[in-house]
């Protein structure tokens, strides 16, 4: 095989964000800069003899493309084989699954996850170890230094791979393997569930609705729902991958995921509903006109994971991203099991779940998972809560509200200011950094301040620190106020607001989240001044 070195400058903006490199379609298309990330990577790792790489994305524009350069780069930087998913496809969970049961050394995952798709939107690359985790802070630092000071990559010189038909071809010192991407995924989840169970339900009246929102999860959709449990076809919708997501913004919340939204809340409801985003690792849940938070969806599994016949044996341990409500919590608090809190992104997760000490995480933008792989997994949610109601027999809404009668309401919402200028935006967090420690004692309206800090987390396993990770404001009846700036936008910067309101009083339960909290946010708003700060009077999403 013929490699070769091709030279290279350095580009500047090459920092791993919360899930990987996010770009304009259009950055990406630029000579050298997917190739300089790409062998940034490869820099970073001591690649043994016979590593395997997994690689595969959601089926974005631009992932043929990307596929192509990353399996020439793999061969030339020493890898003996690449694992692809057929036609370059791979759902987020599906490829950490690859990757444990193939034992890869790694995996290139390529995504811009709920971000919309197109030439002119976004794109996004990712490496995983092989636990089939995102790569730890220390390795997408490493990679972002590497990336600064790159002067060549390596390319092997072979032909473009027919990424669609399945199949081993040899290249002189690697082999390039096509599988098919949903098949050991089914598997896997048909391993975990009942599904006699949920094929029951879903064949016996029970109405089921799954929006893919045109993106990865719909082949994975067609053979779980469909092939495997029986379901009628109409209970799938947006089902077929388009490079553009149909033009849509794939990210499964009562905002974006309009489409399933409209028939839940509509005449014709369903029993259920379920969407996914564009790399399959969000989730969303909804009962007949009743809309299921992240962070409640969290709790609920976990409080009813022993009717899972995955987790019949018990879970040892949850762990939720800081800003994902305490509900969960109240649920580990009962069950005398460890509650973990780790700051926003999969990566904190991974080695809590490698040490055995958390079966379920999950975070309040739509992810929740488990150890059966190293990514949050939005099909296998939509199967835990079946799995929940064809043992319980009870709807979304009568399980979510006896849920809360029994541990109280955690009210939660996230109120995103999304493309704000970087500068007003840092303005808006250095001012509240600056200003929070006066705030300790006082009290605002009904709430009054018991703390507040710049969260900092250190990882219980390898002692490894992560500072700033977001304000957190902590009011002495357990109602919290945090402020973050996103890690995945790629327009300008997004100012992350999370309020939760503790309601222990099963009378209050009828109560829309956006009242409950109206008073939270006004505090918000008045202690960040973020309305004076950047001109922006409302958020732009409400989740
Ligand atoms: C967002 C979410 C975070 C999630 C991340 C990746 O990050 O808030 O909880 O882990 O997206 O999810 P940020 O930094 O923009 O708040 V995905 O589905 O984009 O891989
Ligand atoms: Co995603």
Redesign the pocket.
């Known amino acids: 095989m013929q490699i070769k070195t091709i030279k290279t400058q350095a580009f500047s903006d090459q920092k791993p964000?919360?899930?990987?490199l996010?770009k304009k379609v259009s950055v990406f298309q630029q000579p050298h800069y997917l190739e300089n990330f790409v062998q940034s990577i490869f820099d970073t790792l001591i690649v043994p003899e016979n590593a395997v790489l997994t690689l595969g994305g959601d089926g974005r524009f631009y992932n043929r493309e990307a596929i192509q350069v990353i399996i020439k780069m793999a061969a030339a930087n020493g890898f003996v084989k690449v694992i692809v998913g057929q036609g370059g496809i791979l759902s987020?969970p599906a490829a950490s699954h690859i990757i444990r049961q193939h034992q890869t050394f790694g995996g290139i995952i390529l995504?811009?996850?709920?971000?919309p798709g197109g030439p002119d939107k976004d794109f996004?690359i990712?490496y995983n170890t092989a636990n089939g985790g995102?790569a730890p802070e220390k390795i997408t630092e490493a990679i972002f230094e590497n990336s600064k000071v790159i002067q060549c990559y390596k390319k092997a010189e072979i032909v473009n791979i027919d990424l669609d038909v399945l199949g081993e071809t040899v290249l002189e010192g690697c082999a390039v393997t096509i599988i098919d991407s949903v098949h050991g995924y089914a598997d896997l989840m048909e391993g975990m569930f009942d599904f006699a169970a949920i094929r029951a339900l879903l064949t016996d009246g029970f109405q089921f609705k799954f929006d893919a929102m045109h993106a990865v999860t719909g082949p994975y959709a067609k053979a779980i729902f469909l092939d495997r449990l029986g379901a009628p076809a109409d209970s799938l919708m947006n089902c077929e991958v388009t490079e553009d997501f149909g033009g849509g913004h794939p990210?499964p919340n009562l905002t974006y995921a309009h489409d399933l939204v409209d028939i839940v809340y509509g005449m014709q409801a369903p029993d259920f509903g379920a969407a996914s985003?564009?790399?399959g690792?969000?989730n969303m849940i909804l009962g007949k006109a009743f809309f299921v938070t992240p962070s409640d969806s969290l709790a609920i599994i976990a409080a009813n994971a022993h009717l899972i016949p995955a987790y019949k044996q018990g879970i040892v341990g949850v762990a939720r991203?800081m800003?994902?409500s305490g509900a969960v919590d109240r649920v580990a608090a009962k069950m005398g099991i460890d509650c973990y809190e780790t700051p926003?992104?999969?990566k904190f997760f991974g080695n809590l779940m490698d040490a055995g000490k958390v079966t379920l995480c999950g975070?309040?933008?739509?992810?929740t998972g488990s150890n059966h792989v190293r990514?949050?997994d939005g099909l296998w949610a939509v199967l835990c809560w079946l799995n929940i109601i064809a043992v319980r027999k009870q709807s979304v809404e009568k399980i979510v509200k006896a849920h809360w009668a029994e541990y109280g309401r955690n009210v939660y919402s996230?109120h995103d200011y999304e493309a704000i200028p970087t500068v007003k935006a840092d303005r808006v967090i250095a001012r509240l950094r600056h200003q929070f420690d006066t705030w300790i004692g006082q009290g605002f309206g009904n709430y009054q301040v018991k703390a507040c800090d710049d969260f900092a987390y250190s990882d219980p396993v390898d002692g490894s620190v992560s500072v700033s990770q977001g304000i957190r404001i902590l009011f002495t009846d357990g109602s919290r106020i945090v402020f973050?700036?996103?890690?995945?936008?790629t327009r300008g910067a997004?100012i992350?607001i999370y309020l939760e309101a503790y309601d222990p009083d099963v009378a209050n339960h009828h109560l829309d989240a956006q009242q409950a909290l109206k008073e939270l946010v006004d505090i918000a708003l008045r202690l960040s001044d973020l309305i004076a700060i950047t001109g922006q009077t409302q958020p732009t999403v409400i989740t």
């Open positions: 964000g919360t899930s990987g996010r987020t995504s811009a996850s709920h971000n996004g990712k995102p990210d985003d564009g790399d690792d969000r991203s800003p994902t926003t992104g999969w975070e309040e933008s739509f992810g990514e949050k996230r973050r700036l996103s890690g995945t936008g997004t992350r």
